[in-house]
């Protein structure tokens, strides 16, 4: 049977070692899952606590369970990256890269604000809840930090790294070296303007290239995703 994970906030776990999942997942776990009691499941609290969870009450009064087991940052990387998407017009693919990323172990989620930012139209309910499902469904236990959408010279500075195709610098050379945390930026359409790179270059930022291929925005922040985890052995 698939181990079925749900999502339950820090204060849904007594101390007398049970844990009551909210309506939503419950009625998830009742209706659609039809799980009774005796099954075992995974409820996570979303900041990196996870249990083994024995069912003893599933109705329409709600879904209890008996902690037969407890773990810390269940399905967490070893090393922390934090990737910047652009803000883009259509919803449906920045969705796309919020779900990817939280896939593929990503930490932290900026949405950036740069000179051909188009689409102010930014949700964060809806992105949380695109995440939160992502979350259940990879088997992570700590949702990824997701800051407010914030301009992209707030985040220039030493170490950080920028997809731009204007450069020779492969990407795999750049996180090849050391072992700390990563934050890499990526722009909308268009990819970020000639001011834009030379404020980054100047304030230290390193611009490195994905390959010869001009890709989408969510698709170049993705690779990167993906690039970053296998190189520091976290997507193994």
């Not at 339950?8 to 049970?18: H, L, Q, R, V």
């Not at 329409?60 to 652009?86: C, F, Q, Y």
């Not at 017009?89 to 990323?101: D, G, H, P, S, V």
């Not at 834009?196 to 001009?214: N, T």
Request: glycine share 10%.
């Amino acid at each position: 049977m698939i181990n079925q994970f749900f999502f339950a906030p820090p204060e849904a776990f007594s101390p007398t070692g049970y844990v009551t999942l909210p309506p939503d997942e419950a009625k998830h776990a009742v209706k659609v899952l039809r799980l009774r009691p005796g099954a075992v499941v995974t409820v996570v609290d979303g900041q990196g606590f996870g249990v083994r969870v024995q069912i003893e009450q599933a109705d329409r009064h709600g879904v209890r369970g008996r902690i037969l087991s407890e773990h810390d940052n269940l399905g967490e990387p070893v090393h922390a990256l934090t990737v910047g998407l652009a803000l883009l017009k259509q919803q449906r693919r920045y969705a796309l890269f919020l779900e990817k990323a939280v896939e593929l172990g990503v930490t932290g989620i900026v949405p950036l604000l740069t000179e051909r930012t188009e689409s102010g139209n930014w949700r964060e309910d809806r992105a949380r809840q695109v995440m939160m499902s992502a979350l259940k469904q990879c088997n992570r236990s700590r949702l990824p930090t997701l800051h407010p959408p914030t301009p992209l010279e707030q985040l220039l500075e030493p170490g950080t790294l920028m997809a731009d195709l204007h450069t020779e610098t492969p990407l795999p050379a750049a996180i090849s070296e050391g072992a700390g945390p990563v934050r890499i930026l990526v722009g909308p359409e268009g990819g970020f303007t000639e001011h834009e790179r030379r404020i980054a270059s100047d304030c230290g930022v390193l611009r490195v290239r994905l390959g010869p291929r001009r890709l989408r925005a969510e698709t170049a922040a993705i690779c990167c995703a993906a690039a970053v985890m296998f190189a520091r052995g976290s997507g193994t």
